[in-house]
């Protein structure tokens, strides 16, 4: 397990280094952020003085290393549109997004297995054969359209859910979080949903899946022969032997959401770092582009980490230590 | 069970009535931008600039037609030519209490150069005062290197922080409250990043009282969900409704719409200067001498634009057609330049005449977010041009790499919008039609490098002339010279749209600003 650790660390070490040449390099080819971030009327004598206190008047290898020796000692540079580090204004915005993310997440699974158990079991009949077609949907249809139809149905129709913004947020251990205030819940639910929409339809598939293969072996049969009853051997074995592939996939497409829940951020204005990296590209604010793709990075390679672990654990048949 | 059920329902019904029956007096704004930073002298646009007035005075105000009224200062002259003089209010007080005095405006003043690592900064709005005096707690005069009329306009640009909170502040101490401190009608509670901004307002106000105990500002970039907020009633007024949405808004009976032409200008900038263009060419694509240099070809173009079809079927109507750089009313603007009406058969006349009967190959470039459905305009004047044989391709780009490349001059003819938020027309010559010259910063936007000595004399001139009389006939005379010249082609002036919930209205302003002060409660 140790050697596993230790051999994926440093994996990830090059990883990340490759990751921030590429970014850099790719962020600082789309443009120049000064002609965006400075006034247009701005005389050039006070161009010249931003752009060299912004570091913008270096080379590209110059501003690379200088990034490179910052951020090996946790700093990740400064946003020119913010003056406050990338970092900070990023670490700030990320309880609001992994709020919405394992929302939308618990959403997944606990929607998604029991429908896609059912619809396995029972996939001739007309309830098996709704729930696919409700994933069908959930997978075609374009997240944004969904958002915004979530917004037209729920918030302007009917008047139940705010459209958009966080609402009321207590703090926990100086995290703010919305999911304990009423108010809070109530902006949660249509983001998190829409959101889930996806990953709910990958769920019921998944465990559909599971679930019909897992029936046909022999175990369900010797089981049954013993006289187990339906309720056990649905809902301890096969339940067991289904996870195994729903934890990889959701653990894996977990990442996805975090990273990736823009669209549904800039849709219900969420306050997240999906919208702050939105915002940031509109300015080219390099510091924190930089700064979320790497985070980004980093978590997915603590993910599939995580992942892996957890796998080892649900079958011991996989030792992660002697791949080698 | 049934008891434990009860509980919880009982528990949830207080918090939806707490939720509906608390703050009576709260207007929530839903706005289409959030400032950057709320420290009011880092970060010089619009956003900013307009978060700001909620918490801070400026010694002149700007009235919803950007005509120059007192703020802070109740009254100003110049001493002599190179000395103004300002008086200040009497009895203004900061929010926490403290007076307000013109050790605060020389505070002010000799902050703003030195804001670290301000990406774009209001410098220039204090670059020519040589020197501050105080000549009493309410008398401040500023000396400056050359007479400068436009001093009082100056002052209107940026606001008045105060000494005794901000000394030794960082931008940070403004972001998070601490330094944030005005004589405005608002104070700042809290500013909650990317999700609302909170304000209190100022019992001690000097100004007109505001009906609003509370403000709440929240950024809705995404337009679709901006407009559904407003319909859903989460907000009681947004800005910059898209044009698109005004028809469907103005049939809503719960709804109120309010517009105001803005003094965002979209305007073409042609390369005036090489006679070897980067994206003309000859029928073929041969190499040509770029025809852009020559004035008939450039007022063909503008003969060839129907600027009324424009603003009628691509603006929804929300587009005034442009005539010169400021829409007409402002101070120093031409009365004798009127918007090109459109005529096709004597754009074909001039090109034939200018030695291009059979017209030539052109490129348009602009971005295709930034200003209000700014590709398609693009696409419309291609095919109005092509029309009369000017053959234009359309390419657009995000604004992130527009502009760059725009400002690198690889571009022969372009889209582009301006925005004068001092609210008079000297800086919109001086950036985009006096010759460029990097030492004395004229001509930084000047991206068709269009030159005319003339010009410049007479802008030169008007900047240090101070009688207001002699100092707006300098500047009509300018402007007539460059859009007589066609040093850019002006096009439209954009119309910003406001909508609000029934009882409310707003007095739209030509800078675009959301501020309180300009809603009025109907009911």
Known sequence: ?324 | MRQKLLIVLAIMACFTLGATMAHAEKLTLGLKGEPTSLDPHFHNVSANNMQSLYVFDKLVRQDNRQKLQPGLATSWKPVSDNVWEFKLREGVKFHDGSPFTAEDVKFTIERIPNVPNSPSSFTGFVSNIQKIDIVDPLTIRFTTEAPAPLLPRQMAAFPIISKKNAEGASTEDFNSGKACIGTGPYALVKWERGDKIIYKRNDNYWGEKMPWEEIIVRPITNDGTRVAALKSGDVDMINFVPPADVDGLAENKKLTLSESPSTRLIYLHLDTDRDDSPTVSGNNGEKIKNPLKDFRVRKAISKAINRRAIAGRIMDGLAVPASQMVPDGYEGTSKRLKAEEYDPKGAKVLLADAGYPEGFKLVIHGPNDRYVNDADIAQAIAQMLTKIGIKTEVNTMPKSVYFGRASKLEFSFMLVGWATDTGEQSNCIGALLHTYDKEKGFGSSNRGRYSNPDLDATLEKALVTVDPAKHNELIIKATEMGIGDLGIIPIHYQVNVWGSKKGLEYNGRTDGYTLPRDIKVTK
């Open chain 1, 1 to 324: 397990m140790l050697a596993f650790l230790i051999r994926r660390i440093s994996q990830s070490v090059v990883v990340l280094l490759v990751m921030s040449v590429l970014v850099f390099g790719g962020v600082f080819c789309i443009g120049n952020p000064v002609d965006i971030l400075i006034a247009p009327d701005a005389t050039p004598a006070e161009r010249d003085r931003a752009i060299k206190e912004l570091g913008l008047d270096k080379p590209l290898p110059e501003q690379y290393m200088r990034f490179l020796k910052d951020a090996v000692q946790g700093d990740l540079g400064n946003s020119f549109v913010y003056n406050e580090p990338a970092l900070k204004l990023i670490m700030q915005r990320m309880p609001a997004t992994m709020e919405l993310a394992v929302t939308a997440m618990l959403m997944a699974v606990f929607f998604g297995i029991p429908l896609g158990m059912v619809a396995g079991i029972k996939s001739d009949t007309l309830l098996g054969r709704s729930i696919m077609r409700f994933s069908i949907l959930g997978f075609s249809l374009p997240t944004f359209w969904v958002g915004l139809m979530f917004i037209i149905i729920f918030s302007v129709y009917l008047g139940w859910l705010p459209s958009g913004g966080r609402g009321e947020t207590v703090e926990i251990l100086g995290v703010p979080v919305s999911f304990l205030s009423w108010d809070g819940i109530r902006h949660l639910i249509l983001p998190a949903m829409n959101l889930a929409l996806f990953k709910t339809s990958l769920a019921i598939r998944l465990s559909r899946a599971g679930v019909q293969e897992n029936l046909q072996m022999d175990y369900v049969k010797f089981a049954r022969a013993k006289g187990l009853t339906n309720t056990r051997i649905i809902g301890l074995h096969v339940m067991k032997n289904i996870m195994i592939p729903v934890v990889t996939v959701l653990g894996m497409e977990f990442g996805g959401l975090i990273a990736f829940a823009v669209v549904t951020e800039t849709i219900f204005s969420w306050p997240g770092m999906g919208k702050l990296v939105i915002d940031s590209i509109g300015v080219l604010d390099r510091p924190v582009i930089v700064a979320y793709l790497l985070i980004t990075v980093t978590m997915f390679i603590i993910i599939n980490l995580i992942v892996d672990i957890i796998y080892s654990i649900l079958d011991p048949r996989v030792r992660l230590g002697d791949q080698n």
